[in-house]
């Protein structure tokens, strides 16, 4: 079992070995991006998805570093965020930074176009978002989302179409960060966390059954 890092500073993706017991050495080792590595997530075919935001580009990895595939997002894809692939071979992504007029999450095509999408101007309501910042996608294609300075977690159909908002921002402290979704425990994993400066200085983790 491995964890997967991005390293923004050095361009890499660190690969931590989970330790066996105490007395294990921590094994760590990384490969190069050669971009500015953003935001990963891990296929159904255990391939590695680096989010690359400077170049607007999703590189594919297999888990020892070798290359695959590179996808160039279109130019209406403004400040990618994090993308995930479905079963289908698409791809959803997430993008829009607070200063971005546009915050949506699309479907893009093996082609590399955008075949649908949810979102536009940056707001708060159930058509719109704040900087949606991570994604998680259940078996059946459902896709949750991080509305970051909203604070709160949306459920879109496969077909991006607003369902329910899963978490409010009552539920969180600070604000969500990051998901992890548990498909077979149906558990919904967010990090709350606060931040100063652009540091975390605090945080929690918030689950919810789904």
């Not at 160039?72 to 971005?100: A, C, M, N, R």
């Not at 496969?158 to 558990?187: A, M, N």
Request: with cysteine; charged share 25%.
């Amino acid at each position: 079992m491995y964890i997967y890092i991005s390293g923004a500073a050095d361009k890499c993706v660190h690969i931590v070995a989970l330790l066996r017991n105490d007395d294990d050495d921590v094994e760590v080792t990384k490969w190069s991006v050669n971009d500015v590595a953003g935001r990963l997530s891990v296929t159904d075919t255990h391939t590695v998805l680096v989010t690359c935001r400077d170049v607007h580009r999703i590189k594919q990895f297999t888990t020892n570093g070798q290359l695959l595939n590179k996808i160039k997002l279109p130019q209406k894809v403004v400040s990618p965020w994090h993308s995930i692939q479905l079963s289908s071979g698409e791809f959803v992504v997430s993008h829009g930074e607070p200063t971005d007029p546009v915050h949506v999450v699309c479907l893009i095509g093996s082609d590399g176009h955008v075949v649908k999408s949810h979102g536009g101007l940056k707001g708060s309501g159930s058509q719109e978002m704040n900087v949606p910042i991570h994604l998680a996608v259940d078996k059946n294609g459902f896709v949750f989302v991080d509305d970051f300075i909203n604070r709160r977690v949306l459920l879109l159909s496969p077909g991006l179409t607003y369902i329910r908002e899963v978490v409010s921002c009552q539920q969180f402290k600070w604000r969500p960060c990051r998901l992890f979704l548990d498909v077979d425990r149906r558990r919904l994993y967010v990090a709350d966390n606060e931040l100063k400066d652009g540091e975390f200085i605090a945080g929690r983790v918030v689950v919810i059954c789904v």
